[in-house]
């Protein structure tokens, strides 16, 4: 082999190995809500601390809140796994 290809090699299983790491980003419901406006209810629940809800709400016409499912002990539904299809590999 030459040493082109052994690059090539190298850089695949990187690319692969790194690939083969990333896992989906989860929904997660944080205490605080920002809520009114253009959010319908419980609001946007993306704040850990009741300081961060008010700096983004802001001069935006909207207040923060206790996110229900904090404050009641409310547990979101789960969620259905997503279906796998299988992909035919062309062969080369």
């Not at 299983?13 to 690939?19: D, E, K, P, Q, S």
């Not at 547990?75 to 796998?84: A, I, S, T, V, Y």
Request: with cysteine.
């Amino acid at each position: 082999m030459s040493r082109i290809q052994l690059v090539r090699v190298a850089l695949a299983a990187i690319g692969l190995a790194a690939f083969a790491g990333v896992t989906p980003a989860a929904a997660r419901d944080y205490p605080w809500c920002a809520q009114g406006g253009e959010y319908d209810y419980p609001g946007e629940c993306a704040y850990g601390t009741y300081e961060q809800c008010q700096a983004s709400v802001s001069g935006r016409l909207l207040f923060c809140d206790r996110n229900p499912r904090f404050a009641y002990g409310l547990d979101r539904p789960p969620q259905p796994r997503p279906h796998r299809r299988a992909r035919a590999v062309a062969p080369y």
